[in-house]
């Protein structure tokens, strides 16, 4: 696999992250349970684990090496 799908995979890795703890923020504050990855998931807890810790392996990847492959920084 070459740099540059690894990089767009963690980048889409770290989004749906992202988005998903967002909506968890918003949806404690309205007393609710959004997360989407659980609902999407939630009758699978195994793959849900594993969707849990590829986000993480994915932003611990973009962090690490964002300098590099960003243009901008």
Do not use: Q, R
């Amino acid at each position: 696999m070459d740099k540059k799908t690894l990089h767009m995979i963690a980048f889409v890795l770290m989004a749906v992250g992202g988005i998903n703890w967002g909506l968890v923020g918003l949806g404690t504050l309205m007393s609710s349970d959004w997360n989407l990855v659980h609902m999407i998931l939630g009758s699978s807890p195994m793959l849900e684990t594993i969707v849990y810790v590829l986000v993480g392996v994915a932003t611990a990847y973009i962090v690490f090496n964002h300098k590099k492959d960003c243009k901008w920084c």
